[in-house]
């Protein structure tokens, strides 16, 4: 019935295992991940529909909280939907709304000419639209054809401003290219004239805005979703209409067989320009900030502690004269500079003389200690070009490893090399 | 401390595709910034104009270089305040779900231990680099998802360039997350060329290509102009806005970079 070619579709990730085959797309819930990965070797050995489904029922629907399968025979598209997923096809610009929740078994729908489908199936997990082949993927919405992921001028009132983009060649009255073509005129123009093989059209999208992106489809709610201008889905099965942005007007009977090439995932850069918009995806948008607070900086490893202490733990006598106190992250080298401070935790930032240029820029570090080295200074080589070498009382020299903290005992000499040593006291 | 002579260049452009400028520059010797706002319904040009009016009255006003590091956290908590309040009263006012929020870069000669320095602070993917020697670093550190994925070492830095989250930032200001800045402080001696970008600037050239336009064009004035028109060669999918800040010596005074600032805001008029 269809050919080799796998069949784009958009996913938005989410809980729910999606099992994407050739003409059918059937979803699973988060707790049948077993059913899931029967489900998704059957579709892949070649099981249709009919199998398929045998094989979700054959364990009763006791167990099965939540099911759709939407299958696409012909010309004629069949959802079944159990639970909390909801299926909605759009065929000669009516929607058909398949819902599945609040039955006892399910609720099964047949529509002839189907263009579009967009099956909701749960919570997401955030993160952009993406696009997949033939696979089994976690979703909370799966869209198709991949296009489908409406651009800003998806609803009925656009401007038919790019009748100029339909194929002159094409032959299906149903094809008419729905003047919905987000891209510029002259790239759907190319795509256009080039009939075989329709590339995708990844010219700079006119600015599609997530608020737009709410109004195409009701139920998205999540603010950062960005369109997706994708190759047109050339499955044989799918209606020939480019009814949303971006895709480019293909013939209704291919003159060739291989006329598309699948956005395979090697594609080098599936993103339209669109995604490029970070307008609206703010941090207060699907990735949990807390995940990013600041990590300890300075020293990976170490645990953070007040990096400013109201009292120093040490004071550090250099061999040039100065003396610093430790009450805080003291850098030192030739021209030190500090990174990635926060405001109320600025470092101190001690210029040493190095007349041969043997110190580094920036050397090393010494830091009230925290956890097991309260109450004294530990030393950091900061990745300083000629190491620093470390003498403690009745302890053998040491190299300090960079990036390394090390304890310091009073009396303690840090050697930076260009005749310059730092001896570390009590405060 | 000494005087610090800065010759400066700005630009900014709206882009090939976007309608709107969200981006606002801040070019007061010696305070500069760079904003990129975001948010529809004009939030995001408010947020980011609200950020440069802050720090241009804070340099109108004057500053401690000493405590330059404290007097930008407030105006950053300040610039936020605005922000929400402005936000506050655009839900009020019946919007919907409105939200602004910019990031914010910002570079200011500060005092440290008596020797001048640069005080860089960021919040977001507004870029901070510094040229040294004929070669470019960059010096801030993203406040993105793609760079904490790079951090962690998730994803590898090539990677993230082409990401498809690299646009989505992890710190702003506006919005309910109160975020803290990263400072850095930079001697200012290390730094021949300081570069604030938005990512309209950074996104569409590689740091290569933006080494050898400010390795090349001496001119701050022309290395800005000469980026943002890279930056559009290249696609322009974005605002592109970009400071170039020379320091070219210390002096008692400086003439040149006061005539700069008259021009400046005769040029705005915004300045009282």
Redesign the interface.
């Known amino acids: 019935m269809t050919d080799a070619v796998p069949t784009p579709r958009t996913y938005l990730p989410g809980e729910w295992y999606a099992v994407l085959g050739p003409s059918l797309v059937l979803a699973l819930p988060p707790d049948r991940r077993d059913l899931a990965a029967a489900a998704w070797a059957a579709v892949d050995a070649g099981a249709g529909a009919e199998e398929l489904l045998d094989l979700v029922l054959a364990s009763g629907l006791r167990d099965l909280a939540g099911l759709a399968l939407v299958s696409t025979d012909g010309d004629r598209t069949r959802v079944l939907v159990r639970g909390q997923a909801v299926c909605l096809l759009v065929a000669g610009g009516e929607e058909t709304v398949a819902d599945g929740r609040g039955l006892t078994t399910w609720a099964e729908v047949g529509v002839d000419g189907v263009e579009a489908v967009s099956l909701e199936l749960g919570p997401g997990s955030g993160g952009e639209p993406l696009l997949a082949g033939d696979a089994l993927v976690r979703a909370s919405r799966v869209l198709w054809p991949a296009e489908s992921v409406p651009g800003p001028a998806s609803g009925p009132a656009a401007p038919p401003s790019y009748a100029a983009g339909r194929l002159p060649g094409s032959t299906d009255p149903a094809s008419e290219p729905s003047s919905l073509l987000s891209s510029p005129a002259p790239a759907v123009a190319v795509a256009a004239g080039s009939a075989p093989a329709p590339e995708p059209v990844l010219d700079p999208d006119p600015e599609p805005e997530p608020d737009t992106i709410d109004q195409a489809v009701p139920s998205v709610d999540d603010p950062v979703i960005a369109p997706v201008d994708e190759p047109g889905d050339r499955d044989e099965d799918a209606l020939e209409t480019a009814p949303f942005a971006g895709m480019p007007a293909a013939p209704a009977v291919p003159p060739v067989p291989e006329p598309w090439t699948p956005p395979a995932p090697s594609a080098p850069e599936p993103w339209s320009p669109g995604a490029d918009d970070h307008d609206g995806r703010t941090q207060d948008g699907s990735w949990d900030v807390s995940e990013f607070q600041r990590r300890p900086h300075g020293i990976p490893g170490q645990p953070e502690g007040p990096s400013v202490t109201s009292r120093p733990v040490a004071v550090l006598q250099l061999s040039s004269g100065d003396s610093v106190e430790v009450d805080r992250v003291v850098i030192l080298g030739r021209a030190p500079e500090a990174r990635r401070f926060s405001a109320t935790e600025q470092p101190r930032l001690v210029t040493v003389p190095s007349p041969q240029q043997e110190i580094s820029s920036t050397h090393l570090e010494v830091r009230p200690g925290t956890g097991a080295d309260h109450g004294s200074a530990v030393v950091t080589d900061l990745g300083s070009t000629n190491g620093t070498v470390l003498v403690q009382p009745g302890l053998p020299a040491e190299s300090l490893k960079p990036g390394i903290p090390v304890q310091l005992l009073p009396g303690a000499v840090i050697d930076l090399g260009d005749g310059l040593s730092i001896t570390v006291a009590r405060p | 401390m000494r005087q610090v002579e800065l010759h400066h260049g700005a630009a900014t452009d709206v882009g090939?595709?976007?309608?709107v400028n969200?981006d606002a520059v801040l070019a007061a010797p010696p305070v500069f910034v760079v904003a990129d706002g975001?948010?529809?319904h004009e939030g995001?040009d408010v947020a980011s104009a609200i950020v440069v009016e802050e720090f241009a009255a804070m340099a109108e006003g004057g500053y401690d270089p000493a405590r330059a590091?404290?007097v930008?956290?407030r105006t950053l908590e300040a610039c936020r305040d605005r922000i929400e309040a402005y936000a506050e009263q655009q839900r009020a006012a019946g919007v919907g779900p409105f939200?602004a929020?910019t990031t914010a870069v910002v570079a200011l000669v500060a005092e440290?231990?008596g020797?001048p320095?640069w005080l860089l602070a960021n919040m977001g993917?507004s870029r901070a680099y510094r040229l040294h020697g004929g070669r470019l670093h960059q010096?801030s550190?993203d406040?993105s998802?793609v760079q904490?994925l790079v951090e962690t070492g998730v994803i590898t830095a090539d990677a993230a360039a082409?990401h498809?989250?690299r646009?989505?930032?992890?710190?702003?200001l506006?919005?309910?997350?109160r975020?803290?800045?990263?400072?850095?402080?930079?001697?200012l001696?290390?730094v021949e060329r300081l570069v604030l970008c938005s990512?309209g600037i950074s996104?569409m050239i590689d740091d290569e290509e933006m080494q050898g336009i400010l390795d090349s064009v001496p001119d701050p004035r022309d290395a800005a102009d000469a980026l943002v028109a890279a930056a559009l060669e290249a696609?322009g999918?974005?605002n592109a806005t970009v400071v170039v800040v020379d320091v070219v010596g210390s002096a008692e005074t400086s003439y040149d970079a006061e005539r700069q600032r008259l021009s400046l805001q005769q040029k705005l008029g915004a300045l009282p």
């Not at chain 2, 090939?16 to 309608?19: D, S, Y």
């Not at chain 2, 506006?174 to 997350?177: A, D, L, R, V």
Request: glycine share 16%; proline share 4%.
């Open positions: 090939l595709v976007r309608e969200e975001m948010g529809g995001g590091t404290e930008v956290a939200h929020g440290h231990e020797q320095a993917d010096v550190v406040h998802v904490e082409v498809p989250e646009h989505v930032i992890t710190r702003a506006g919005g309910t997350e975020s803290e800045a990263d400072y850095f402080l930079l001697p001696g290390s990512d996104g696609g999918r974005d």
